[in-house]
């Protein structure tokens, strides 16, 4: 069965500093990944997804992601924080399914000091 | 565009009361639909998930239902309430068919029970 580890329940960065939040991924075949971001008392939304071809993906926000087959890893990255960025991310992977179904990571949840 | 539509916002139950949480989406027909549980420093728990109307797939045994009575509302029921169903309940939506397909969410109800 497929699984998602977010290593990192906590993250401190300053503001203006750059930041990866690290991702590992268990999936058997080429995995969809998705990286979703959620503020206090709200639903989730999506910043950046990954399906097929160029590794490193863009997305919303200034945030990107690489693919790393190799290494079974989608980390987030963002080279200058704003302090509106202090949310919690959690990394996700397609389940297999045929139905879109996903598996969520526990999240990490950034947070950014002045 | 697409929108999807949550409520209501907070709830606060007794023990052993009953439970009917809404979801719909607009803007798209037939769309594969999820709910979850999120509670803290767990993550996204997948609790059902429907891929048109009357169709139901339960991810976990437990004290909810839910049923799709109509293309784009999918509620979530419970006919006695527990202390162990309080959390942050989010609806999603994705397009049907396949795995690459991103999920998109709703702002979430929150369910206190006392």
């Known amino acids: 069965a497929q699984s998602v580890t977010q290593p990192d329940i906590h993250i401190t960065v300053s503001e203006g500093a750059s930041l990866e939040l690290r991702c590992n991924y268990s999936?058997?075949?080429?995995?969809?990944l998705f990286w979703y971001v959620q503020s206090p008392g709200q639903g989730l939304q999506l910043l950046l997804k990954?399906?097929?071809?160029?590794?490193l993906v863009q997305g919303i926000k200034g945030f990107e992601a690489e693919f790393k087959r190799s290494q079974s890893s989608f980390n987030l990255r963002k080279p200058s924080v704003h302090w509106s960025d202090a949310a919690e991310y959690f990394c996700?992977?397609?389940?297999?399914?045929?139905?879109?179904?996903?598996?969520f990571g526990k999240g990490t949840m950034l947070l950014v000091s002045p | 565009s697409q929108t999807i539509h949550q409520w209501p916002a907070t709830l606060v139950q007794p023990v052993g009361s009953p439970l009917s949480l809404e979801c719909t989406v607009e803007?798209?027909?037939?769309?594969?639909l999820y709910w979850y549980r999120q509670a803290a420093g767990r993550g996204l728990q997948l609790l059902f998930y429907s891929v048109g109307i009357g169709q139901i797939s339960s991810e976990v045994p437990q004290n909810l239902s839910a049923s799709r009575p109509q293309d784009r509302q999918f509620i979530l029921s419970s006919k006695k309430l527990l202390l162990s169903d309080s959390g942050f309940y989010l609806c999603?939506?994705?397009?049907?068919?396949?795995?690459?397909?991103?999920?998109?969410f709703g702002d979430g109800t929150r369910l206190s029970i006392l």
């Open positions: 990954y399906f097929s071809g160029d590794t």
């Open positions: 999936y058997g075949a080429t995995p969809y």
């Open positions: 996700a992977v397609g389940a297999g399914s045929g139905y879109s179904t996903l598996t």
């Open positions: 999603a939506w994705s397009l049907g068919a396949g795995d690459n397909q991103p999920q998109h």
């Open positions: 803007g798209t027909s037939n769309p594969n």
